[in-house]
């Protein structure tokens, strides 16, 4: 295989590169075909002269582009056909009538060119093997003398013009070692670019799932720092609403009509036991706060629940006040009968 020319595609050059592999060598470049498809110009605005230069059909004629050639590289039939008889060969459209009656065995003949859309390919048979030479190809693709037929069905279904090659190709090396020896292909070509796309899809598809991976990861970080916030919010009001039912639980006994320092040491009493009780029910914190509680801590305390109290609710928090200094002022007349008392 390694000794089958085959020119690659390059631009829109199709109908260079089907020439040179037709003919298994570098015989044209774009210069060459270009020189013919201007002499073809020449040919034909000669013609068109004939009926005079001032005719309306001159002067569209020469407002027209070339038919011959265009910009991107495209060549036409005539082009081609011209380049071939330059080395002896022909070209017979193997679509028509006239050579379909000869029912003639593809197999029998030595190489087709085949055009679609502006796009040139050769088909050629090299020793006693059949390639295919299309440019586009990563490299010549081996058809069976079975397939070759329907290869050909299939590309007059798909619109393609299959011309017949008659004349004596140019000898070449491939000619000459296939002649000899019969290869085999494991793998057909693919399309020029086709590994590249698939390569760079998977690369795509890879890069897309390392990206949504990377995103699910740092999704997690961030929901567990909320929710570590939101427990912590959780716990300080949890601590706050237990800390207030203290307090109103000695400030109850507080009211209760005792005197002031036995009043303070029993609320005292309370607060600690209340404390070691929601401490134990905590985690033991809230006994070890209870323990270093004094009487002036815990008024102090008292009086911020007060405050808060006031804050949310003035009109009952006005009458609790009154109570509580009423009651106050009863525990102080009542010590001072008890110290007048005689005896005391």
């Not at 048979?125 to 990563?138: A, C, E, M, R, V």
């Not at 009780?277 to 006994?287: F, L, R, T």
Request: one cysteine or more; charged letters at 25%; aromatic letters at 6%.
């Amino acid at each position: 295989m390694e000794s089958i020319f085959h020119e690659k595609q390059e631009g829109s050059l199709c109908a260079q590169h089907c020439l040179n592999n037709l003919l298994q060598g570098e015989y044209f470049t774009p210069v060459d075909l270009s020189s013919i498809a201007h002499q073809l110009d020449e040919e034909e605005r000669m013609r068109m002269a004939e009926g005079g230069v001032a005719s309306e059909e001159y002067r569209t004629f020469l407002q027209q582009p070339s038919g011959n050639m265009d910009d991107s590289g495209f060549f036409s039939i005539q082009v081609i056909s011209n380049a071939l008889g330059v080395w002896g060969l022909e070209l017979i459209l193997f679509n028509s009538r006239e050579y379909q009656s000869l029912m003639i065995n593809p197999i029998n003949e030595k190489a087709f060119i085949c055009n679609y859309k502006e796009h040139w390919f050769t088909i050629r048979k090299l020793g006693q093997q059949w390639f295919n030479l299309n440019s586009l190809l990563t490299g010549p693709e081996l058809i069976s003398d079975t397939y070759l037929a329907l290869f050909l069905a299939q590309l007059q279904q798909e619109g393609y013009s299959i011309f017949v090659i008659r004349g004596n190709l140019p000898e070449c090396e491939a000619e000459q070692i296939l002649g000899i020896m019969r290869v085999q292909q494991q793998q057909r070509p693919k399309l020029i670019g086709e590994d590249e796309a698939q390569t760079s899809a998977g690369r795509a598809a890879a890069q897309g799932q390392v990206e949504m991976g990377l995103g699910a990861e740092e999704a997690v970080p961030d929901e567990d720092e909320e929710l570590k916030r939101a427990l912590a919010l959780s716990r300080q009001d949890m601590e706050v609403e237990d800390e207030e039912a203290d307090l109103r639980r000695a400030i109850q006994l507080s009211m209760q009509g005792a005197a002031g320092s036995s009043s303070e040491s029993e609320v005292g009493n309370v607060r600690t036991s209340s404390l070691a009780a929601g401490g134990a029910a905590g985690g033991g914190q809230g006994a070890a706060q209870a323990e270093t509680l004094t009487a002036e801590e815990l008024r102090k305390r008292r009086q911020a629940y007060f405050d808060r109290q006031q804050q949310q609710q003035v009109e009952p928090s006005i009458p609790q006040q009154a109570d509580a200094k009423s009651a106050g002022s009863e525990t102080e007349g009542s010590e001072q009968n008890q110290q007048h008392k005689p005896g005391q």
